[in-house]
């Protein structure tokens, strides 16, 4: 498995007052033919996230046809989970209907943030995004004693299945650190989640702390998961993982086909893949240095 980089396709250029920095953890929304909606989260200049997007023909990505104007989705409402931010992870249609999965972000004390995840849903009546409810959809739980966060869903028969980032615990510094693996729950109406602690990518490499942002695709052999991990003394990388019943995944890192560059917008760190199928390719969008500061890039499957 190779990806060839078709280099960096979107950045915001500051102007909007909810974008003024960042395009993180993009998702791919096909719109008809060769066009596409991609999703992204940017901060204010508070450093508070929004959710927008833009729309580029896959065959000529970095020509950006439209952008969206305003946010489809700001911060909530005062005291609530994603008061202090949200960041749009994954991405389900269900007929007309489209469900967007996000992360709200909170400030705490004495740490630096707690998430959850909650839920947005668009319907040919609501045009808009429109919270499915003031609350998570999937919290801090015996199973996920600090924080949930990045994530994955797939409809796969009766069956909701999200991959998503459990924190595992706080390490000592100032601010404290954080720590976290990847983590299964199942579900009959993506609402309502039973989870038990299973953990569905865990470290493998030295001084390996964090796995985040799980993107999987089911084939006709295989599950297979693209997800990023870092060190205590190396930035993000792209690591994968197969299962065969998308429960128990064994990590193949060296099958992840794609690296920091030698230079430029993505050489010190790649990070949050997104990866979809459209006519006879596969693609591949995913962040650089920074978090997402640098912005976005395509890469196509070999």
């Known amino acids: 498995m190779r990806w060839r980089k078709l280099g960096l396709i979107y950045k915001p250029d500051g102007e909007k007052a909810w974008a003024r920095t960042h395009a993180s953890v993009p998702i791919a929304d096909h719109i008809s ?63 007309e209907e489209r469900r967007l999965y996000y992360i709200g972000w909170n400030q705490a004390v004495g740490v630096p943030f707690r998430n959850s995840i909650g839920l947005a849903v668009q319907t040919p009546s609501d045009r808009d995004y429109v919270r499915y409810s003031d609350g998570p959809v999937l ?14 869903v797939i409809v796969d028969g009766a069956s909701w299945h999200i991959w998503y980032l459990s924190g595992l615990d706080w390490l000592p510094g ?100 997104h990866v979809f199928d459209h006519g006879i390719n596969r693609y591949m969008l995913y962040n650089g240095n920074g978090y997402g500061q640098s912005g976005i890039g395509l890469a196509v499957l070999e």
């Not at 997007?53 to 911060?75: C, Q, R, Y």
């Not at 919290?139 to 994955?152: I, L, T």
């Not at 052999?221 to 065969?244: I, K, P, Q, V």
């Open 33 to 95: 033919d060769d066009r596409f909606r991609v999703y992204f989260t940017s901060r204010d200049a508070d450093n508070r996230s929004h959710v927008g997007w833009f729309e580029t023909n896959i065959t000529e990505p970095t020509a950006i046809l439209a952008e969206s104007p305003d946010p489809v989705l700001a911060p909530g409402k005062v005291g609530a989970f994603d008061m202090d931010g949200v960041m749009a992870s994954a991405l389900v249609r269900r007929g």
């Open 139 to 152: 919290d801090r739980g015996p199973n996920d004693p600090y924080f949930v966060a990045s994530h994955d």
């Open 174 to 273: 100032d601010p404290p650190g954080s720590t976290y693996n990847l983590r299964y729950a199942v579900s009959t109406d993506g609402i309502d989640w039973q989870r038990h602690g299973t953990i569905a990518v865990d470290f493998a490499h030295p001084n390996e702390i964090a796995i985040a942002r799980p993107c999987v695709m089911k084939d006709d052999d295989l599950w297979r998961m693209w997800f990023c991990y870092r060190g205590t003394n190396f930035n993000y990388r792209l690591g994968y993982a197969e299962s065969h019943d998308a429960v128990q995944w064994t990590r193949r890192d060296k099958l992840a086909g794609i690296a920091t560059s030698e230079s430029g917008w993505d050489s010190d760190m790649i990070c949050y893949p």
